[in-house]
């Protein structure tokens, strides 16, 4: 069956480093791969969506990778800030258009 | 950008009755809507797509006389959970996507916190 992990762990951080999330997936082609950004009692927001034959995806302070082969997505917050905490989904997307999400890795940025 | 509300945000119910939640696009018409249900600290879970003027499609598991979708116009759906358990209490989130616009521009609610006494 499919299946997307992400780190269960939350991830604390000093404001001013970089955070690195990680979304493994088995049992999946993806077509692309999204990020989104869900903060407590709050429904997801969109943040990036990396293609098959994309490499690298950036926007402003955020980075994404995408490694077919390893069937993995790297997602960069670069120059943290408290503002950035919250919790990250990634959701492998066929090529119908259809995704699961992760269950997500929540982000701590301490000042 | 676009903006998809729901309501209620919060509902407390007793056991056996029904619960209705209400997501609206606001300002798009919304061919296509989701709902997604979520548990602390899990994913969201997919349960339903339902397509303006037709039958919703249910994913594996979801008991579509549990949970009543109706999509009766461009800028509302409806999710009765009918005679409401304890278990049923969650974080239902719906997503609204516009005409020919793929699944990836999907446009979340910020949900609807559901508990069942």
């Known amino acids: 069956s499919q299946k997307i992990e992400q780190n269960s762990e939350a991830l604390n951080i000093q404001e001013g480093k970089t955070a690195t999330l990680t979304c493994n997936y088995t049992?999946?082609?993806?077509?692309?791969l999204q990020w989104y950004r869900q903060d407590p009692g709050r429904g997801p927001v969109f943040l990036l969506l990396?293609?098959?034959?994309?490499k690298e995806k950036r926007k402003e302070r955020l980075k994404v990778t995408f490694d077919t082969t390893l069937k993995q997505s790297l997602f960069h917050i670069t120059a943290s800030q408290p503002a950035d905490s919250a919790t990250y989904l990634c959701?492998?997307?066929?090529?119908?258009?259809?995704?699961?999400f992760g269950a997500g890795t929540q982000v701590v940025v301490t000042p | 950008g676009a903006v998809v509300s729901q309501h209620p945000s919060r509902v407390i119910c007793k056991s056996g009755t029904s619960v209705k939640i209400e997501c609206r696009s606001l300002?798009?018409?919304?061919?296509?809507m989701f709902w997604y249900r979520q548990f602390p600290k899990k994913s969201l879970m997919l349960m339903a797509t339902?397509?303006?003027?037709?039958?919703?499609?249910?994913e594996q598991g979801v008991e579509k006389d549990k949970f009543l979708i109706n999509h009766a116009s461009l800028t509302l759906s409806t999710l009765t959970v009918t005679s409401a358990h304890p278990e049923d209490s969650s974080f239902y989130i719906c997503?609204?996507?516009?005409?020919?616009?793929?699944?990836?521009?999907?446009?979340f609610g910020p949900g609807t916190r559901l508990t069942v006494l």
């Open positions: 997503s609204a996507r516009g005409p020919g616009r793929g699944y990836n521009e999907q446009f």
């Open positions: 339902s397509n303006e003027g037709s039958k919703a499609t249910y």
């Open positions: 990396i293609r098959e034959n994309e």
């Open positions: 049992n999946y082609s993806p077509a692309y």
């Open positions: 300002d798009f018409q919304a061919t296509t």
């Open positions: 959701a492998p997307t066929d090529s119908w258009g259809k995704f699961q």
